[in-house]
């Protein structure tokens, strides 16, 4: 009689699960088991929070369960995605049809957490690897600025090739410009006065800007204490 296997299988999961088993329906009969992942370091003494992982596990028993699958749902999950609830259900979905015949939700529950326990610690090694792959690559890029680059032959030759053209260069635009300063010394001894003065504008922009200031006014009051000092009686003398 399946109603009679289906209830007494009901009743041994609510004994089993007890808080974690909450009915849903009468008919068809249908219910959902809290699965939670345990943390597998807990026992280890590692205090550091890991991934916990929730979900209810919803079965309900068509009309010849256990001959039959029942149906199964993975529902108000946490820290799963899509991707990892079709994979969840896949494991299930094969695991009912190797247990069609025999009551097989405590296994499926049982392999559900299983499943979600071993997730846990994969997602914690896959953490523990980038963090040591972090410290690696930033250890090897410490050691390179401390080391600089290798020096080969060629790599040598070839800095060597571009510093002495530099210096080669650097030498000609020196010499270019003391042959210019050499030049201008020799120009500038024979030139005469008015030759200096029409090649340096300098010179004839000045007395420009002198003639455009126009007047001077001259302020006398600066001279009275000389003047008054100059002996000039004899000049009016002879004058007279």
């Known amino acids: 009689d399946y109603k009679e296997e289906q209830q007494q299988e009901l009743e041994a999961l609510e004994s089993i699960y007890f808080d974690e088993f909450e009915k849903i329906n009468d008919d068809p009969p249908s219910f959902r088991i809290l699965v939670e992942s345990q943390d ?3 026992d280890l003494g590692d205090d550091e929070q890991h991934d916990i992982i929730r979900c209810y596990l919803y079965i309900e028993y068509p009309s010849t369960y256990p001959e039959v699958k029942p149906v199964m749902e993975i529902q108000d999950y946490e820290g799963l995605d899509e991707s990892d609830i079709n994979s969840l259900l896949e494991e299930l979905d094969q695991a009912a049809e190797e247990n069609i015949g025999m009551g097989m939700v405590f296994t499926l529950s049982s392999q559900l957490k299983e499943t979600i326990d071993n997730l846990v610690v994969e997602r914690k090694e896959q953490k523990e690897r980038e963090e040591e792959e972090r410290i690696k690559r930033e250890e090897e890029e410490e050691r390179k600025k401390h080391e600089g ?3 080969t032959v060629e790599s040598f ?5 571009k510093f002495d053209q530099e210096q080669k260069e650097l030498e000609e635009e020196n010499q270019m410009k003391q042959k210019k300063k050499n030049e201008f010394k020799k120009i500038k001894s024979v030139l005469t006065g008015r030759q200096l003065f029409e090649q340096d504008t300098t010179l004839l922009d000045s007395d420009k800007a002198f003639a455009e200031e126009g007047d001077v006014e001259v302020d006398l009051a600066l001279f009275e204490d000389e003047m ?11 004058d007279e």
Do not use: G, R
């Not at 008054?228 to 002879?238: A, F, G, R, V």
């Open 40 to 42: 597998p370091y807990e």
């Open 149 to 151: 680059t290798k020096v």
């Open 157 to 161: 030759l070839a800095w060597k090739a």
């Open 228 to 238: 008054e000092n100059l002996d000039i009686s004899d000049e009016e003398d002879e």
